[in-house]
Each structure stands twice: as C-alpha cells, then as structure tokens.
C-alpha cells in the first residue's frame, strides 16, 4: 500500500482546480480567429499576465522535485540557476528583446532568418522542435506520472501520463496562448500559495531558521561552491551558466512566446523583469523547504522522494489538496507551454513557409493538430523514459553541448553588423560538431572528464571565433542589419525618451534594483 494517501476533501479541491481549468479553455475557445490570435494570442497581453506565465511555464513538476532534493542531497547551490535567470532576464530585457519584438515574428527561429538566412532558421527550429517534444515535454509527463503513481498505486503510470497529458492538451488546442497564458497565470498563482504553505509548514516543524543554521553544515548552506563541486562549481556558474540562461531565457520558444505576445515592448520588458522579480522568492518557498528536510525527515532513501515526503507528512487535509493542485499546475504549465509551442514551430517555421499562400483559417486547424501530433508523439515517449534512463540523461546534458553554437549567433548578431548569414550557418555546423565531439568523448566512451558548465563556453568560444572569422571572409550580407544590432545612438535615443516617463515606468532602474536584490541574495548566501 503506499504511503501517500489522499483524503476526500484533497480529492475535491483537485477536482476544483481541474473545474476552473477546463471552464476557462471553453471560455476561450472561440476567440482564436487568425494565426497571430491562435499563436500569440493576438499580441494584446500586459505585463503581470507574461511573467506569471513565464514563471508557471518554467516551475514544472520536475523543478519542484528536483530544488527540493538537490538541496537535500548536496546543498542549496541549485539556487544558482533561480538567481541567475533574473540575470538573464534583465539583460535580454535591455538588449535582445527590442529587435524580437519589433520584427513581429512569430518564432525565434524566424527572427534567425530575419539577422542570418533561412538555413539558420530551419536548423535552430529543427533542434528547438525536437528538444521540447523529446526533453522538455516528455520529462514533464514522466515526472507527473510518477509522482501520482505514488498516490495511486494501483493505476500505471502510463495512464497517468495519457490523463495529465489529455487535459493540459485538450485547453491547449482548443484555446491556443491564450488559454495557455491565462490558465498559466492562475496555475503560477496556485504554485506560490501552494509552496509557501509547505515552507511555512516546513519551518515551523523544524523551530524556525535558527534551527537550519544550527544544525545543517554551512557547506550545504552556501551558494559559491568550489572547482571541484559536481553540482555548479564557481567557474562554471560564471563561464557556463548564464549561456544556457540565456537558451532557455531568450531564445528557448516556449519562453520567449509570451513575450511576443505582448501588446508592447514596454509590457514585454515589464513581464521578463517581473518573471526574474518572482524566480528570486524560490530560495524560500522550493529550495529551503528541502534544507529543513534535511532534520525531518533524515533518512530518506532517495532524493526525489523529499517533496512528496513534505507534502504527505506535514499538511493537513485541505492544504494537502491546494498545494498539490499547485504540483500539478506546475506540471500542467509547462506541458502546455511546450505542446504550444510546439505546434508553432512546425505550422509558423514549416508548413507556411512551405506553402506562404496558406489561409489564415487552415494555419489554425494545422496549428490545432500540430498539438494533438506533439501530444500522442510525448505520451507515446514519455513512458520510454523509465527503461531508458541513462539514455535520457545524456539527452538532458546533450542540451549544453547541442544550443551552444546557436548562442554564439545571437549573441554577436546583436552586436556586430558584419556578422552574416555564411558566417552563420558555418559557426553553426562547425560549433555543432565540437559539440557533438566533445559528447563523445566525455559522456559515451569517457576519454576524459569535464564539468558541461565547462564544456558549454567552450564550445560557445569556438562558435563564436568562427562565426566572426568565417564571417570577414565572406561577402557582407545583403540585407540591412541595423533593426536587429544594438547601437550606443540608439540608447541614447531611448535615454531621451525614458527622461519623459515617470521613474517606476522606467525599465533600466527596474533591472538595476533586480539586479541589486539577486546581488543581495547571493551575497548573504555566499
């Protein structure tokens, strides 16, 4: 019999949740007429609505067990990554996002096409496809069909999976962003009252910070870890992280669709300062929470059990129901972020620009199966998982050495004109092949060792060094760079126009004051 039970009263609040989830996709069912309505939502959303989705489509399932148990097992240093996203967000704020908004693209890739040429588009579109169906999509499912098998025993988890799936699906196609926005709001809201309840709950059973501080080892308490650390060594988290930030952050697709749907620029920047404002809180409410579990609950066999363990063991009837509610709104965030996504890419970067002549109407039914195709493609490959772990966690890791080379051209594309379109796709495939290589040698036959924080600037420095060098021997592209490169006239004609607007509206002293806040959180922890 397991040991996680629910009561009926839990068993109702679910039900609740799952209520307003559908009610609200049939709400919005009818609103998606054109392409740019059914896939970005018709770029009218407002700031509050794009950071919580941004936060609710990057908290899955998987990240609250795994914050949890990392702290547990080895230390809060996962924190690293939280941090640093606000980071990233305040510079892709500042410097990357006024070109992507302005080109009015549907997809990252497409914006690729737009700075380089059509080869970049369909390879960065090709890999980004592939990794949010076979990565980001079937982790998700797989993780959540897990964790509710613990709960219910006595139903595989491949049935678990197909249900979680069904209904993140089902709102997803038939709403569009929309829907996965607005059900993404209420679901990052669901996720914070449900984590803070834990912390809460968490800390009062252990007597408070004092207790974590007494009686945990200051190593698992710091956030700056050695050369030689296996989780995020110094070097690595200053060399390495802030590139696959950066991925994820800024050109990831499932991210970076909701700041295209913005109804400005402003509220686009607005939504990524706010997204980075509310990932710094996840020190206390996900990260903590499996430092405390460290003195409750000391003899855990596996560290993935730690997050189920506080929830089942420490919340009464009722709470235990709202928070994990918010477990599955987490998880339910980022399947249907990456499922819309998904459909996307293939309908915006393939099929309309295989058939440019294609109707409004009909790039909304292909974007509608595309969903349901990503949807049986993740169910049918999520179950995989299990029996091919060592497998998959090569595909995890395979993440730092495949996007590397696509940073470089995003990177030095926004701020060197010469940069072109040979240069690119030359970088790209060079890049790659140092990638692939480097893979190889470190995870499948095991030549050498190396951190793949230090793999990725390596393979990013190289990409970059080709991509300038193949670049001034080849012709300069023919299209105007300049709508998609930074220029110092152009900030300070952006200066000119923020001297205008009220301090609170100005985007830079937003970044700056998050900036300062990571700094304060970093130095504290350090």
Known sequence: MSEFHLGQLDL??????????????????????????????GRRFTWPLIGLSLFASNISGTTLVGLAGDAYATGISVYNYEWLAAVVLAFFAVFVMPFIIKSRVFTVPEYLERRYDRRARIYFSGLTLFLTVVIDTSATLYAGGLILHMIFPDTPIWAMIAILALVAGAYTIVGGLAAVIITDAVQAVILLVGSAVVAWSAFEHI????????????????????????????????????????????????????????????????????AGLIKLPTLFLMVLPGTAAILLFPDLPRADLV????????????????????????MMSQIDSAMNSASTLVTMDFVRMWKPEITEHDLVKIGRWSTFAVLVLAILWAPQIERFGSLFKYLQIVLSYAVTPTMALFIIGSFWRRANGQGGFIALMSGTALGVAMFLMIEVFHLFSLHFLYVTPIVFGFSCLVLVAASLMTKPSEKDPTPYIWTVAGYRAETATLRERPLWMNYRLQAVLLLALSALIVGYFW
């Open 207 to 274: 007597g408070g910070w004092s207790e974590i501080i007494a009686n945990v080892p200051a190593e698992k308490l710091s956030l700056i870890r050695p050369l030689d650390d296996p989780g995020v060594p110094w070097l690595g988290l200053i060399a390495g992280a802030p590139l696959l930030g950066f991925y994820f952050w800024c050109t990831n697709q499932f991210m970076v669709q909701r700041v295209l749907s913005a109804v400005s620029l402003e509220h686009g920047r607005w939504g990524a300062l706010f």
């Open 12 to 41: 109702v609040v679910i039900g609740l949740y799952f209520v307003l989830v559908v009610a609200m996709a049939i709400f919005l069912s009818g609103r998606s007429k054109t392409a740019e309505d059914y896939f970005l939502a």
């Open 307 to 330: 997050y189920p363990t506080l929830i089942f063991k420490l919340l009464p009837a009722g709470l235990l129901g709202l928070v994990l509610a918010g477990f599955l709104a987490a």
